[in-house]
């Protein structure tokens, strides 16, 4: 099973919570590995992102 990498870009702790349950809940429902990364701004992203 391949594993489907996603970036969470949000500086709102509470819209954060929002989308990893919601892309958690996903994940359950589907049987898919997810594998979030939450950054909280785009520069954050920019640093740490490395292609697979």
């Known amino acids: 099973m391949s594993v489907i990498r996603v970036a969470v870009v949000e ?4 819209e954060i919570r929002k989308v990893t349950e919601y892309l958690e809940r996903f ?3 589907n049987g898919l590995a997810l594998n979030i990364k939450v950054f909280r701004d785009g520069e954050d992203l920019a640093e740490d992102y490395r292609p697979d």
């Not at 500086?11 to 509470?14: C, I, V």
């Open 11 to 14: 500086d709102d702790e509470l």
């Open 27 to 29: 994940r359950d429902e």
